[in-house]
């Protein structure tokens, strides 16, 4: 069966890529632990790779060559190259993109999302964006209300829509570990596309 490979994309730094890529792993890893996950790091200030433990004790696998194949591939990538993100989605089935409720995060998707729809077009259709995923959330800030709701507007009329809200936390990315399980709804997201691939069972 065919792997399917995901990249956690944007063009801002410091919007939470790497953290989605090993937490959504791990809660991928701890809710279905048949799977075969592969992590790929194309960050070139490599801070997945500096994440992962050096006892093998993770439930995934990091690859940099392709020459391991799994059921899904989560490619965590650097920010501000547009050139090598393109490089990226034209290789990808779909792309997850983190997003903090900030100005400047939300701008620089103005940049980034017209990438990906001309990567598109180019591929007829592929990589499908998968959905948002909403990283330092304050729930008690009204300004982060009102952003998240802007969000989910904006991610309805893309015609996806956010698949994780994760609080602002600084235990969030300390460890491998669910922390929480605030990963799951994207995890089961990524369920549905392995799914429909009838690469786990239902």
């Known amino acids: 069966m065919p792997e399917r490979s995901i990249a956690i994309a ?71 190259d547009l050139s090598q993100l393109r490089t990226i989605l034209r290789h990808v089935d779909y792309v997850i993109v983190p997003v903090r409720l900030e100005t400047m995060t939300l701008q620089a998707l103005n940049k980034f999302l017209p990438v990906v729809e001309d990567v598109q077009q180019m591929r007829g259709g592929a990589p499908e964006l998968l959905g948002f995923v909403v990283t330092h959330y304050a729930a008690r800030s009204v300004e982060h209300q009102r952003s998240l709701a802007e969000v989910q507007d904006f991610a309805a009329s893309l015609g996806t829509r956010i698949l994780a809200v994760v609080p602002f936390s600084p235990r969030i990315g300390m460890r491998i570990t669910t922390q929480g399980h605030y990963y799951r709804p994207a995890a089961e997201a990524v369920l549905e596309v392995l799914r429909a691939g009838s690469l786990v069972a239902t």
């Open 10 to 80: 944007h063009q801002k730094g410091g919007v939470g890529k790497t953290t989605t890529t090993i937490l959504l792993a791990a809660e991928l890893a701890d809710a279905w632990p048949a799977l075969r996950i592969v992590l790929e790091d194309q960050d070139p200030d490599r801070h997945l790779t500096t994440m992962l433990p050096d006892d093998d004790s993770a439930p995934f696998e990091l690859d940099q060559l392709g020459a391991t194949q799994g059921d899904v591939r989560l490619i965590d990538t650097g920010p501000g």
